[in-house]
Nanobody
């Protein structure tokens, strides 16, 4: 059973940057593919970025490509989401997710992830 705890959210002006962290415990971190999702008020939770077990593969939703970077540090059991050039439409609660049921790759669907954090709020003002 993996526990995930997100941190790093906050209030930032448009054009600014934030780095989200997700600390994993209770499992072998290197065996889990990880992802970030987000949910804005009144909207469904959507995929943002994913990274494979080894970190060799990454994937991004089109709206964040070139602005966001997902990475992982196995020594710290942590996955990061570096967010640059933030826009008001990036405002949402950001969730970290993990799974180890599927082969080493990247995945975009919510149902493919078994473990979720509680989320961290990101607010971008215009």
């Amino acid at each position: 059973q993996v526990q995930l705890v997100e941190s790093g959210g906050g209030l930032v002006q448009a054009g600014g940057s934030l780095r989200l962290s997700c600390l994993a415990s209770g499992g072998t971190f290197s065996n889990y593919a990880m992802a970030w999702f987000r949910q804005a008020p009144g909207k469904e939770r959507e995929f943002v970025a994913a990274i494979s077990w080894t970190g060799g593969s990454t994937d991004y939703t089109d709206s964040v490509k070139g602005r966001f970077t997902i990475s992982r540090d196995s020594a710290k059991n942590t996955v990061y989401l570096q967010m640059n050039n933030l826009k008001p439409e990036d405002t949402a609660v950001y969730y970290c997710a993990a799974q180890n049921r599927w082969r080493d790759s990247v995945y975009r669907a919510r149902y493919q992830y078994d473990y979720w954090g509680q989320g961290t709020q990101v607010t971008v003002s215009s």
